[in-house]
């Protein structure tokens, strides 16, 4: 999950786009952007937005063999403020 929302520019669609490609066959979903949401809690529920801090702004989904392998295919993603790596588990 990438956080930070920022309008790309025409270079950071680019690399986007380079990043996919980099990501080969590993990349099993390329996820689409966020817009507006809503968090709910015991407390109530709160309106989320791209202008909210830190916001959630997207996802892709990868297929690597362990968290350590998934860490290195994000390393050179064109992140805008950090990257949330989770492994799903098996049921």
């Not at 309008?7 to 817009?35: C, N, Y």
């Not at 507006?36 to 997207?58: H, N, W």
């Not at 998934?70 to 989770?86: F, N």
């Amino acid at each position: 999950m990438t956080y930070g929302f920022v309008p790309p520019r025409d270079e950071v669609q680019q690399a986007w786009g380079q990043w996919f490609k980099s990501a080969g066959p590993r990349l099993v979903d390329p996820g689409s952007p966020f817009g507006r949401g809503i968090e709910l809690t015991k407390d109530g529920r709160t309106e989320l937005t791209l202008q909210s801090a830190s916001p959630l702004v997207g996802y892709c989904m990868l297929n690597a063999d362990s968290l350590e392998e998934a860490e290195s295919l994000v390393r050179d993603m064109p992140i805008i403020e950090s990257v949330h790596v989770y492994e799903a588990e098996s049921m």
